[in-house]
């Protein structure tokens, strides 16, 4: 069973293959493939989102008598991993939080949205947005 990949989790992985050093579009590819389904057709359009949002640049190399374009993350493309990463673990806990109670799914969905609000009211609180004080 394959999940369908929301945009920013390909970009997050992409990006974060991106970090072990440049490479080409066809080895993202094959990174890629060891955890999710993706074709190279799917994958090229991500690469020039991310570069035309300056996430990644690209430059060309010789090989085997033609060019071979290569990818490379920016300081930029590292930031926005950075922002991937939280994002996941917080989207990670909601999705756990969810399935670890499958006697009382609703429930367990509700306790996570309480939990989420919370952090969020502490935020506010610490921000001196919240006007319930």
Same mark, same amino acid.
Not at 107 to 111: I, M
């Given at each position: 069973m394959a999940f369908k990949i929301e945009s920013s989790l390909l970009d997050a992985c992409a990006l974060a293959i991106l970090t072990r050093g440049d490479t080409y579009g066809y080895e993202i590819t094959q990174s890629m493939k060891q955890a999710?389904?993706?074709s190279e057709s799917?994958? $090229?359009p991500v690469l020039r989102r991310l570069q035309k949002e300056n996430f990644c640049k690209t430059y060309d190399e010789p $090989?085997?008598?033609?060019? +071979? +374009? /290569? /990818?490379s993350i920016t300081e930029e493309g590292r930031a926005k991993l950075e922002e991937y990463k939280l994002q996941w673990i917080d989207y990670k806990t909601a999705i756990e939080t969810f399935l670890g109670d499958a006697d009382n799914p609703v429930? =367990? =969905?509700? *306790?996570a *949205? *309480?939990?989420a609000s919370g952090t969020d009211n502490e935020n506010q609180k610490k921000l001196g947005g919240n006007d319930d004080e």
């Open positions: 999710i389904v993706v799917t994958l $090229y $090989y085997q008598g033609r060019n +071979r +374009r /290569y /990818y429930q =367990a =969905a509700s *306790d *949205d *309480d939990s």
